[in-house]
């Protein structure tokens, strides 16, 4: 038994679907609504038949009292021998007649039991005297009996209305009321397993679909589910969802594998110059400080694109609440630690609303990657470098943008400067890994927003960014 019992634990979880649990809980609801309404309706029809019963067998009862407290009437004038008696006979009743000692004058079909209650009314002086009697049995049959005094010590006259048959109806009644039950339980059980079949067959598909991706860990599966309603929701909603793990996936792995190869070059590099420190004793002093100087500009430029790809991967996953960000406050901060950082003039302007929903920290950094880029590209202008802050361009959006008068882009590379790890060829020699405008693109699209780059008027370029609304388009500066 306990052995039963322990197969029967674990099976359990995977014996009741939910197809079966809305099948079995519709069928339920069904049967008890079912049950009561028939319990109720026979209960409110069995006692409208019986009160009916009652009442008319009272009204005859009553009807009989009062014809002989009317009229002196005997045994005689209730024989069924005598002329008229089906007038004066009770209609769709028994009756019997009783003489004055309570003997049978005129007996019924089927005849009454007559008892010392009965004979007592029977000789009773006042006519109309009544002794009733309920549930009698005669023969197979159940009776109720009225007596009723004729008066005088003439006698009585028994009426008496049979109960069984009533009852055998009311029987017949709960029978096909039980069999109804039944019926309709049995078709609600059908129904709702169909029904359950119907809802549940959408969400099986979900069901396989995620067992799949588990199994295989393959996140393009399509989901074919349709519909409006919530199961169609979620259907959309999951696969929405898949599309945006697929997506992920594959940004990490292009990620890695574009950051693997931004690494061999400098670590390459290093490893070269490595080796030759184990000759540095053999090299003139001016090989030995430009080995050196090569040594920290590629440690510098290592660990820069090492901060670069963890400041990328943090955008991609920050928990930064959002708030309600003054930009041009973020800008004016930026801006300080450029000029000092760099001695060049950085000039900002701000104008309208410059507030919007937003990341502080990555909407910082998206100011200070375009800073930088501009520093990097005119590092020898004498121009100062500009941070244009505008809100709202258009209902709800903030702009920023940089200007610099550096050499500005060519028309090939406008449409990828945002690309990770893209440099273009004229910039190839410069530090930095191509990861800065990249970021600025993450946390722009984060924002609702979109980046965006064209060429300046009189020489240089226009680089930046909006927060909420939708892509910028290109125009001049303002």
């Not at 010590?153 to 709960?174: C, H, I, K, Y």
């Amino acid at each position: 038994m306990g052995r039963l019992r322990r197969l029967l634990a674990r099976r359990r979880p995977g014996l009741v679907s939910l197809r079966t649990t809305l099948a079995v809980s519709f069928a339920a609801v069904t049967a008890a609504v079912t049950v009561l309404v028939g319990i109720l309706s026979y209960g409110s029809a069995a006692r409208l038949v019986r009160v009916d019963q009652q009442t008319v067998f009272d009204e005859v009862v009553q009807d009989l009292r009062d014809e002989v407290g009317q009229h002196r009437m005997t045994p005689d004038d209730f024989s069924s021998s005598a002329p008229g008696h089906d007038v004066v006979r009770p209609a769709r009743t028994d009756v019997q007649v009783l003489g004055p000692d309570g003997t049978v004058v005129d007996s019924g079909s089927p005849g009454l039991p007559v008892t010392a209650a009965d004979r007592r009314t029977a000789a009773a002086a006042t006519a109309g005297q009544l002794t009733q009697h309920k549930d009698v049995d005669v023969g197979s049959d159940v009776y109720r009996i009225a007596t009723v005094a004729l008066g005088g010590g003439r006698g009585a006259v028994q009426v008496a209305q049979e109960f069984s048959d009533t009852e055998d109806l009311l029987r017949a009644l709960q029978q096909r009321t039980l069999a109804l039950m039944a019926a309709v339980v049995t078709a609600a059980g059908l129904f709702g397993w169909w029904l359950a079949r119907r809802i549940t067959r959408r969400l099986v598909v979900l069901t396989s679909a995620a067992e799949d991706v588990a199994r295989t860990r393959r996140l393009g599966v399509q989901v074919p589910v349709t519909g409006y309603d919530e199961v169609g929701r979620l259907g959309r909603a999951f696969d929405r969802m898949l599309g945006r793990l697929a997506q992920s996936e594959e940004d990490q792995r292009r990620l890695i594998q574009d950051a693997g190869h931004e690494l061999r070059t400098p670590l390459t590099s290093l490893r070269t110059n490595i080796s030759l420190l184990r000759r540095i004793d053999e090299l003139p002093p001016a090989t030995r400080d430009e080995l050196v100087a090569d040594l920290t500009q590629e440690a510098r430029e290592l660990t820069d694109l090492v901060n670069e790809l963890v400041d990328l991967a943090a955008g991609q996953s920050d928990t930064e609440p959002s708030q309600l960000v003054d930009i041009a406050d973020l800008a004016e901060d930026v801006v300080g630690l450029a000029r000092r950082r760099t001695g060049r003039e950085v000039v900002l302007r701000a104008s309208g609303d410059t507030t919007a929903h937003g990341r502080p920290g990555l909407l910082q950094r998206a100011v200070s990657n375009l800073v930088e880029n501009a520093t990097k590209f005119d590092r020898d202008g004498t121009s100062p470098i500009e941070v244009h802050v505008a809100g709202p361009a258009r209902p709800g959006t903030v702009r920023v943008e940089v200007l610099d008068r550096g050499p500005g882009i060519a028309d090939a590379d406008l449409i990828r400067i945002f690309d990770r790890f893209y440099r273009a060829a004229d910039a190839r020699a410069l530090p930095g890994s191509g990861l800065g405008l990249s970021i600025v693109r993450e946390v722009a699209l984060a924002h609702g927003g979109a980046p965006f780059a064209f060429r300046r008027e009189g020489g240089g370029s226009v680089i930046g960014f909006t927060v909420g609304g939708g892509p910028v388009e290109e125009g001049r500066s303002r």
